[in-house]
């Protein structure tokens, strides 16, 4: 007699019923699976794939990847028009992801680092050296550190970083694939424009704190430049691993935890809480650590509409 799905069989087809139009890769199915997993092992990954391979037959679900150093992952039943395909590289806990897969694409990010956090598929790997075919993708977005071209690299202790950005572009534009690289303010992009999280009204409201973190966009397509609209607010600032209230109440978050980045004449403005920072940068599932290596989703959505716009035409 059988005895139908297992518990893990089970798990996998209400993700898949959640989710008919995402790919799920097997490292989210299995801690969707085993809750409260701290790190997904072979034996987990084995299950898992034997189990969604049942139940995506029976789903209509595709199996996508698997091949030599390919992620494998599962994709619901196409749309009429399926989503296009994007990658994130140096993708960290995954803010430029969620900014594009809220633009209409599917996302495969790849670290060099576990980023046990990163909400899509996910493979570790050098991102100068991606395991797969470029041109399958549609999008690729591209954020190498930016540890060289920030103000820290001035300091007496400054430790030197590689500038990872000519050899970057240069794979980017062999692709032949539509691209962004995003980086710092200071660092050597070509016509770059600039975004700030006070064009999109990012902040805490209940704290009248408004984000300025303003980053810089090289794109191989056309893309409107926005003017920033600092006001009166307090200012959120999201750095380093904490988040500090700068003058104004500008709100940051930096590394470490959250403490007041203010100026000695600012004595008294008190600190904002990391969970205020979350809401800032419109991310709830960071640690303070990833959430200040990361941009607002907001920032990868408006420019990944801006390359499905020019794809279309």
């Not at 749309?79 to 992801?97: I, K, Q, T, Y």
Request: with cysteine.
């Amino acid at each position: 007699m059988s005895r139908g799905p297992g518990r893990i069989e089970r798990a996998i087809a209400d993700a898949f019923k959640a989710n008919p139009r995402r790919a799920l890769g097997v490292e989210e199915l299995a801690r969707i699976a085993y809750p409260g997993l701290a790190e997904v092992e072979k034996r987990h990954r084995v299950a898992i794939i034997r189990a969604a391979d049942s139940v995506a037959r029976g789903m209509g679900w595709r199996r996508l990847g698997g091949g030599p150093g390919v992620p494998l992952a599962y994709r619901g039943p196409a749309a009429e028009n399926p989503r296009p395909l994007a990658l994130d590289l140096f993708c960290g806990a995954g803010g430029a992801s969620m900014g594009l897969h809220r633009a209409g694409y599917d996302v495969i990010g790849v670290d060099l680092f576990p980023q046990p956090r990163y909400p899509f598929p996910f493979f570790q790997a050098d991102a100068l050296r991606p395991p797969f075919d470029l041109r399958r993708f549609s999008l690729i977005w591209a954020s190498p550190p930016c540890q060289a071209h920030t103000a820290l690299k001035t300091m007496h202790n400054a430790r030197e970083h590689a500038n990872l950005i000519p050899a970057t572009r240069a794979m980017l534009r062999a692709s032949g694939v539509p691209y962004v690289i995003e980086n710092v303010v200071g660092a050597p992009l070509i016509h770059p424009i600039r975004l700030c999280g006070t064009m999109f009204g990012l902040g805490v409201d209940d704290a009248d704190a408004e984000l300025r973190r303003h980053r810089l966009f090289e794109t191989s397509f056309p893309a409107l430049p926005l003017k920033c609209r600092h006001g009166a607010a307090d200012v959120l600032g999201v750095y380093g691993g904490h988040v500090r209230n700068r003058r104004r109440r500008t709100i940051g978050v930096y590394g470490e935890g959250c403490r007041d980045s203010r100026r000695k004449g600012d004595k008294g403005v008190p600190d904002f809480s990391i969970e205020q920072g979350r809401a800032a940068m419109d991310i709830d599932w960071m640690t303070t650590a990833e959430l200040s290596q990361a941009i607002p989703p907001d920032y990868a959505e408006y420019l990944g509409i801006f390359a499905r716009i020019m794809a279309r035409n």
